[in-house]
C-alpha cells in the first residue's frame, strides 16, 4: 500500500523559512499529481498549492511569491519550500497524492508548522 508521509514541520519565526518533505512509500510516480494543503486549528483544510492534469501549478494566492512545491523523483518526494512565513501561515500541512491509473487519493499524517514571534 502506498503511504505519504510528510516531515519538516516546527517552530520558526515571522519571515522565517522551512522547507517541508514528502516522501512516498513505493515509487512517486504512482501518483499523476499532487499537492499540498493546510488546516489551521477551528478550521477547514485549504489548497496550499496543486499539480494541475496540464502540468502546471496552482498556488492559493495567499501563498503566491512565497512557497515553492518541487519534486525529487529520484528520491521520491515531494518538497514544500515555505519562505517568508507569516502567522496565518501557522497549521499543520498535508502532503497529498492521487494516483495516476485509479484517480485515488491518499493523505498523509501532516506535519505541523508553527509561526510565533
Do not use: H
Request: contains cysteine; charged residues 20%.
Amino acid at each position: 500500500q502506498v503511504q505519504l508521509v510528510e516531515s519538516g514541520g516546527g517552530l520558526v519565526q515571522p519571515g522565517g523559512s522551512l522547507r517541508l518533505s514528502c516522501t512516498v512509500s513505493g515509487s512517486i510516480f504512482s501518483f499523476g499529481r499532487m499537492g499540498w494543503y493546510r488546516q489551521a486549528p477551528g478550521k477547514q483544510r485549504e489548497l496550499v498549492v496543486a499539480e494541475t492534469n496540464g502540468g502546471r501549478t496552482n498556488y492559493a494566492d495567499s501563498v503566491k511569491g512565497r512557497f515553492t512545491i518541487s519534486r525529487d523523483n529520484a528520491k521520491n518526494t515531494l518538497y514544500l519550500q515555505m519562505n517568508s512565513l507569516k502567522p496565518e501561515d501557522e497549521a499543520d500541512y498535508y502532503c497529498r497524492g492521487v494516483t495516476a491509473v485509479s484517480n485515488d487519493g491518499y493523505w498523509g499524517q501532516g506535519t505541523q508548522v508553527t509561526v510565533y514571534s
